[in-house]
Each structure stands twice: as structure tokens, then as C-alpha cells.
């Protein structure tokens, strides 16, 4: 059965702050992404990446980086956590082939910074 | 920009009722999906329809897919409570694998 884990639920984090959002998939897909979702305004993709070390920013990078070591894992990082960064962090991924094909997401991580 | 915009923004049914929502979007597409997603989880797959194919069907679910009118329609029939969640719709917006979602059709069915 196809699984993507996200390395918190919740999270609580001060304005300033380093954070680490972890994402892992066993499914061997090369495709991976992380979205924002806020309240009126769907999911927003901050970035993705379609191979190991490969990254493109998405629709609204600004303030995150992300980095990709190994297949399975992509990593979301706050440098300087902001209030506006207070969100639901998705973490999704797909096989390669056709364009826009089946994404597979995570539960998701709620994070809140104070 | 959102490619995909989801029509009502809300809809509350009673359980048995059939609920449809409906995704307009603005240029060509490849595919179209829908997911959902139950209050506070992840989103999960439920159907993808090509730009070739005007209707497909899955279990209790109906898609339809009009490129003339650049619009989708979403339809669940004999509804359950625990279909209860927001769906959205997704378009391949161009780019490599990237798809942009909408903002969303929130569904409550009443037992």
C-alpha cells in the first residue's frame, strides 16, 4: 500500500526559529512536493523535485528551502520562521511518466509559529 | 495564479442525496483530477479524467470533463455521512508533473 509520512502532526515553533518539515515515501517515486494549504486559498506549491538533489521552486518559494539527499525523503526548511508561515504543510508525491499524473499525500503537518 | 475553481464553496445535503460540485479552469488542460479530503488529513486520489475523454465513472462517483467550456462536474450519488470532507479538483497547469489545485467544494452530509 502506497505511504507517505510526514515527521509531525502538529507543530509549535517561535518567530525566528530553524524548522525542519520531514517528508518520507516508500512507493520509490521520483516526484515529490510540498504545498501550503490555507484557509480560502487551496494548496500552493512551494517546491518540488523530480530526482535526488533536483529542486524546482513552485508557486510561492519565498522564505523556504527544501533539500532532497535521498530518494524517499524531502526535507522542507523555515531558515527564519515567520507568524505568516502558521500553516498546513502537505507533503505529496508521484510516479514519473505522464504529466500530472496521481499525487499521493501525506497526512499533513500543522505548524504554528509564535 | 489558480487554474481550477471549485463551484459551490460549500454544500450541506442530506444523507441519500446526490451531490454534485462543479471545477471550471482556465486554459488547456492534459488531465483532471479530484480529490478529498477529510478535516485535517491529507488529500486522497479519487479519479483522473484525460482531455480525450468526456465521463468516467468509479463506484458512486461521476466525472464528467467539458474542454469546450473549460469546465468539470464532480457528481456522488446515494451520499453517506462519511462523505462528509472537501473535495478539490486539479489540472496539470504545464510543467513538468506539476498540477495546480483549487480552493475547494466543502461537503457536509447530514445523517
Known amino acids: 500500500d502506497v505511504k507517505v509520512t510526514q515527521s509531525s502532526r502538529y507543530l509549535v515553533k517561535r518567530t525566528g526559529e530553524k524548522v525542519f518539515l520531514e517528508c518520507v515515501q516508500d512507493?520509490?517515486?521520483?516526484?515529490m512536493f510540498w504545498y501550503r494549504q490555507d484557509p480560502g486559498l487551496g494548496l500552493r506549491l512551494i517546491y518540488f523535485?523530480?530526482?535526488?538533489?533536483?529542486?524546482e521552486k513552485g508557486d510561492i518559494p519565498e522564505g523556504y528551502s527544501v533539500s532532497r539527499e535521498k530518494k524517499e525523503r524531502f526535507s522542507l526548511i523555515l531558515e527564519s520562521a515567520s507568524t505568516n508561515q502558521t500553516s498546513m504543510y502537505l507533503c505529496?508525491?508521484?510516479?514519473?511518466?505522464?504529466?500530472?499524473?496521481?499525487?499521493?499525500f501525506g497526512p499533513g503537518t500543522r505548524l504554528t509559529v509564535l | 495564479s489558480q487554474q481550477g475553481e471549485e463551484d459551490p464553496q460549500a454544500l450541506s445535503i442530506q444523507e441519500g442525496e446526490n451531490a454534485t460540485m462543479n471545477c471550471s479552469y482556465k486554459?488547456?488542460?492534459?488531465?483532471l483530477q479530484w480529490y478529498r479530503q477529510n478535516s485535517g488529513r491529507g488529500l486522497v486520489h479519487l479519479i483522473l479524467?484525460?482531455?480525450?475523454?468526456r465521463e468516467k465513472h468509479s463506484g458512486r462517483l461521476r466525472v464528467t470533463l467539458d474542454t469546450s467550456k473549460k469546465s468539470s462536474s464532480l457528481l456522488i450519488t446515494a451520499s453517506r455521512a462519511a462523505d462528509t470532507a472537501s473535495y478539490f479538483c486539479?489540472?496539470?497547469?504545464?510543467?513538468?508533473?506539476?498540477?495546480?489545485f483549487g480552493t475547494g467544494t466543502k461537503l457536509q452530509v447530514i445523517p
Open positions: 505529496a508525491s508521484s510516479p514519473p511518466g505522464r504529466r500530472g499524473d496521481t499525487q499521493y
Open positions: 512507493m520509490d517515486h521520483e516526484n
Open positions: 523535485s523530480y530526482d535526488v538533489k533536483m529542486k
Open positions: 486554459t488547456s488542460i492534459n488531465n
Open positions: 479524467i484525460r482531455s480525450n475523454e
Open positions: 486539479a489540472t496539470d497547469a504545464g510543467g513538468y508533473q506539476k498540477v495546480t
